[in-house]
């Protein structure tokens, strides 16, 4: 080989040597851009997410606040306690015991027992009233004698408190009269009347209200006797006031009063008036005849403040 070709061998390879390093050398920058740019890409795919995995605790929270939940506090089955404890209380409106119709008295052979102390004035006040609601000629004046024992569950407490003031107010004791709320009769005598005053003062002419006194004066001091007399008056007023009483509570026990003074009259005998309690209390062999009751009766104390 001549030394020309040698020469041009050489450079040649050298030029290919060049080429070749030159070309390695591009291609290693090309991957290393290629391998630059494939962490960019997928650093944008990481980070696109992010705020994907940001936005699950968002929706979460509102479902956490659940304490919205109070729901187990809403058991308000608590309200009803107080609606519970106000039905106990209407009960508080109970009938009083003076006033029930049952057993108010009991008769005998020309004798009557009241059943107790506190039915004598209800007994004295239903009369007086029927009298009052019948038209008796002294009804304004005997108005004043009856009051309400306590307010009936069905009238106003303004109109009807408890011991009224019914003077005059006829239309008042006509309503007092016909309210038989639970059963019972709201009557009663007025406690701030001194009716025996009123009566020394102005006797009374209207013999109707003269027979019905003979109950109210009887019934001041028991146990006591009425005579024939009496009983006949007091069993006659009974009778002109009677209808007046139609469906009373109190209509039963009226009428066992009439027929027992009537059969003291039929058989000539006096009649003797009494009250169960006391009887009961009383020891055997200590009672006192009819007789000596009728000739000592006791004295009545009651507290005054107004005169009829």
Not at 34 to 55: G, W, Y
Not at 282 to 298: A, C, I, L, M, Y
Request: hydrophobic share 45%; net charge negative; aromatic share 4%.
């Amino acid at each position: 080989m001549s030394i020309p070709v040698a020469i041009g061998v050489i450079l040649g390879s050298l030029l290919l040597f060049v080429i070749v390093s030159m070309l390695l050398e591009q291609q290693g920058r090309v991957v290393q851009r290629i391998q630059l740019a494939e962490p960019a890409r997928s650093t944008t795919a990481i980070s696109a997410p992010v705020p994907l995995v940001a936005a699950k605790p968002v929706a979460a929270e509102p479902v956490v606040a659940e304490p919205v939940a109070p729901e187990p506090v809403a058991p308000e089955p608590v309200a009803p306690e107080p609606v519970a404890a106000h039905v106990q209380e209407a009960p508080t409106a109970m009938a009083p015991a003076a006033g029930l119709g049952w057993g108010v008295l009991r008769t005998g052979p020309s004798s009557i027992s009241l059943r107790n102390s506190d039915v004598v004035d209800t007994m004295s006040g239903v009369l007086f009233a029927a009298y009052v609601t019948g038209g008796g000629a002294a009804a304004k004046r005997v108005s004043g004698w009856v009051s309400v024992r306590t307010t009936p569950p069905s009238l106003d407490a303004d109109a009807f408190p408890p011991g009224a003031d019914m003077r005059g107010k006829l239309g008042r004791v006509n309503t007092i009269l016909d309210c038989d709320d639970l059963g019972a009769t709201w009557v009663v005598l007025q406690p701030r009347v001194d009716i025996a005053r009123g009566l020394a003062r102005s006797p009374v002419t209207d013999p109707v209200l003269a027979g019905l006194l003979v109950w109210w004066r009887a019934s001041r001091s028991l146990p006591t006797v009425l005579g024939v007399e009496e009983a006949t008056d007091l069993a006659s007023s009974i009778a002109a006031i009677e209808d007046r009483l139609a469906g009373h509570p109190w209509e039963q026990a009226v009428s066992d009063l009439r027929s027992a003074l009537l059969d003291g009259v039929v058989n000539d005998r006096e009649v003797l008036l009494g009250v169960a309690d006391r009887d009961a209390r009383q020891s055997p062999g200590t009672e006192p005849t009819p007789r000596d009751v009728n000739r000592k009766p006791e004295p009545a104390t009651r507290p005054t403040a107004l005169h009829s």
